[in-house]
């Protein structure tokens, strides 16, 4: 059975989440996928950093208060965050990066990832990002240096669709993609379409914590602009920038919209989409979009994410599932770690 050690740099909700995966599913994992997890290092800006290369507890890690320099609570911690002795230093086998997204550069994401990366260790990660921003120069830096990049849950938190995508639609001919791709857009304009308006519906969305204080990245649909910019990238073969994908979102859309869309059998939806043309060339955008009843985007409700892939053997493929969530996110780090696992057993 093998073991991996593993930091986790951010101990926000979705490093926490698997922390608490770790504690209560470990021994299970190591029947059923063959390895298990030892924590040996955290870092998070606002709680302090950690070390232990014997093995922190997990449960413990799971239970931490969330309080100023809460790690300075264990033996050998320190309420100051020191991200590179914890990446470099603690004889950790993977990174689990899960910091905040910076959609201007990417950082600091993108350098705990650079550092990991040159100091030959496989780095797994949620953030959009460095992923967005930095993809190519990252791919490298892994390859270079022989260790896994990987960021499933990039895209549609534990829902796979990146790997589903390049795995078992391979060969089908895969010309474009359409997607809800942010789950409180989705919500909102849900709850618009029973009667809220749209400041009540994102204050709804908020209650529930699906969205920000400030909830400009999702109902402009900046956050979906970079996951279009990652899907496109990863699966068409483009070169997009995130400054090459028109964007737009729904905060024009007014409940008489709405009901007027409802009352045709139509559906407003904020759409991340791709398509490669003619000539080679890939054009992407994000904009809200009315959908006729019969799309298979249309029926998508509340917070949920979809998408509907365009292939040529086998038409619209479509995967819903959360695009959002502690537990499903953290599953995502889990998927990535599986498929080091698989490919290290299978060289």
Request: charged residues 20%; proline residues 3%.
């Amino acid at each position: 059975m093998t073991e991996y050690k593993i930091a986790l740099v951010g101990f926000g909700g979705v490093n926490r989440a698997l922390a608490q995966l770790i504690a209560e599913r470990n021994l299970r994992w190591q029947q059923e996928l063959g390895f298990g997890l030892k924590i040996v290092g955290v870092t998070d800006l606002f709680l302090g950093s950690v070390i232990d290369r014997n093995g922190l507890d997990a449960a413990t890690l799971a239970a931490l208060p969330t309080s100023k320099g809460a790690l300075a609570q264990l033996p050998q911690g320190s309420a100051e965050a020191f991200n590179e002795s914890v990446i470099k230093q603690s004889g950790a086998d993977i990174i689990a990066e899960a910091t905040f997204t910076n959609p201007k550069d990417g950082e600091p994401a993108a350098t705990f990832c650079r550092w990991a990366l040159e100091a030959g260790k496989h780095v797994v990660t949620t953030n959009k990002g460095p992923i967005a921003l930095h993809a190519q120069a990252l791919k490298a830096l892994a390859k270079a240096n022989g260790v896994s990049f990987e960021y499933e849950g990039s895209v549609m938190s534990g829902t796979p669709v990146l790997r589903m995508a390049r795995q078992t639609l391979a060969g089908s001919g895969l010309v474009g993609f359409e997607g809800i791709l942010n789950g409180t857009s989705n919500y909102v304009l849900t709850r618009m379409g029973e009667g809220l308006g749209f400041a009540e519906a994102v204050a709804k969305a908020q209650e529930l914590g699906y969205a920000e204080a400030d909830p400009t990245a999702d109902v402009e649909g900046h956050d979906v602009r970079l996951k279009v910019v990652i899907l496109a990238n990863e699966l068409l073969g483009a070169c997009l920038q995130v400054s090459d994908v028109a964007c737009s979102g729904i905060s024009a859309i007014t409940r008489e919209d709405i009901e007027r869309a409802k009352a045709s059998g139509e559906h407003w939806k904020l759409i991340g989409a791709a398509r490669r043309e003619a000539d080679g060339s890939v054009r992407a955008s994000v904009q809200a979009r009315l959908l006729p009843g019969s799309h298979p985007l249309a029926g998508i409700t509340g917070a949920t994410n979809a998408i509907a892939f365009e292939t040529e053997l086998l038409g619209a493929v479509t995967v819903s599932g959360p695009g959002a969530g502690r537990i499903e996110t953290a599953f995502a780090l889990l998927s990535d770690i599986l498929a080091i696992h698989t490919s290290s057993h299978s060289a």
